[in-house]
């Protein structure tokens, strides 16, 4: 970790320490710490991630995920292919190391 990273986390510690993790993360979006709109893409992918590993063709998980998330198919589209960095599960394993 950076020395940014963990003077952030001290940061946060001292300050919201009691909060739920639910809390703490609506707190922490409420400050802009956390970018909102990679939030929702995480969101797309995870959901279209889930579908598609229940079985379902990616295009037609695409389209359920419009319909849950009440937006765009073009949306779906770019959260899928144009935010290529963003996986939770990279991110996790990635942090296991």
Do not use: P
């Amino acid at each position: 970790m950076t020395v940014y990273i963990t003077e952030l986390l001290a940061q946060i510690e001292a300050r919201f320490g009691k909060l739920s993790a639910g809390e703490l993360t609506a707190k922490l979006l409420e400050l802009g710490i956390v970018d909102h709109t990679l939030c929702k893409v995480l969101a797309v992918r995870q959901e279209v991630a889930r579908l598609t590993a229940g079985g379902m063709r990616r295009t037609d998980a695409m389209w359920h995920a419009t319909e849950k998330f009440c937006c765009s198919y073009e949306y779906v589209r770019k959260c899928m292919y144009y935010y290529r960095d963003i996986n939770l599960d990279q991110q996790a394993s990635a942090s296991e190391n």
